[in-house]
């Protein structure tokens, strides 16, 4: 029902499905993130939400994409996006790293992630802005305004509706696992930054893995890759940024932090290797993916 949806819009508003899924779509399934950040932060507990926030980036690329990729089979890359939006990926995960060197994120650092974030979505829709300011210079007032108004009509509405009901039934699963996640965590006496790194990473990522695997089923991956990028990029600027914003955070595990920090510059690495080397990802490269995902879980609890 998602992917339909989204094919719709896109084609409504005469934007690609790449951008539709990393924007819109990305935005929709890290809600559980930002859930959880919200939450946390509040409680005074935001080394919480920067451990799901890191570790969702980390099983996005080599649990969600990889498994996707096993479960379907080879995916083919296409479309520009491989030169510039893996690269602005990286720069967005890597972003808040950068700035917790000091083990601090100020609200200031807040401030500089949200920028980021509005720097990518304006890029992303540059492209049209500059279509409708020609289409408006050529057209009087009058006229575009019956034609926005006619625009609007009850299918463009039902398709959005689909996809939010579409939403709302992934984030309404993800929220049941994350509550039965810390709960299972508390009674393991686990840390709270590897609660977040490992059980609740993998818990709030779920919404990407159903929609991975539809989305390759219905050979559309440019959403596929959309939606990854868009989460890695959404979750490292626009909900790190709110968190911190709300409670600035002090990193208690730091070691565990660094750790996962290169981990995720390795995979995030071999990823894009992976996919620009031969513009597709094969079932070994995911599996090798999955693999270096093990071995992180390892080292970290070593």
């Known amino acids: 029902m998602v992917i339909v949806a989204v094919r719709r819009i896109a084609r409504g508003l005469g934007a690609g499905v790449f951008t539709i899924s990393a924007i819109i779509l990305a935005l929709g399934t890290s809600f559980p993130e930002l859930f959880v950040g919200l939450t946390s932060a509040f409680e005074g507990s935001p080394n919480l ?21 096993l479960f379907v089979g080879k995916v083919l890359v296409h479309g520009e996006y491989l030169k510039k939006d893996v690269g602005f990926a990286l720069v967005a995960g ?3 790293m950068f700035l917790a060197l000091d083990k601090n994120l100020s609200r200031v650092d807040g401030l500089i ?23 408006q210079a050529e057209e009087s007032f009058v006229y575009r305004f019956f034609r926005t108004f006619k625009h609007v009509n009850g299918e463009k509405t039902r398709e959005f509706a689909r996809l939010f009901t579409g939403l709302a039934l992934l984030l309404f699963s993800a929220d049941m696992i994350v509550k039965f ?16 790194l490992f059980i609740l990473a993998v818990g709030t990522s779920l919404p990407e893995l159903a929609f ?24 490292s600027t626009l909900i790190i940024g709110i968190t911190t914003l709300i409670s600035p955070l002090t990193l208690v595990a730091f070691d565990e932090y660094f750790l996962a920090s290169l981990f ?27 693999v270096t995902y093990a071995i992180f879980v390892i080292l970290e609890f070593t």
């Open 212 to 235: 991975s695997i539809r989305s390759l089923e219905d050979h559309e991956p440019s959403m596929f890759f959309g939606n990854i990028l868009g989460s890695t990029i959404t979750n």
């Open 49 to 69: 939400a920067f451990g799901v926030i890191l570790g969702s980036n980390i099983a996005n690329i080599a649990l969600i994409g990889a498994f996707a990729s």
């Open 181 to 196: 996640s810390v709960q299972l965590a508390g009674l393991a006496g686990i840390p709270v930054f590897l609660v977040g």
């Open 94 to 96: 890597i972003s808040p």
């Open 264 to 290: 995720f510059l390795i995979i995030f690495t071999l990823f894009w290797f992976f996919i620009r080397s031969k513009h597709r990802l094969d079932r070994w490269e995911a599996l090798m993916l999955i």
């Open 113 to 135: 992630l949200l920028m980021v974030y509005l720097a990518y979505t304006t890029g992303f829709f540059k492209r049209r802005y500059e279509e409708i300011g020609r289409e």
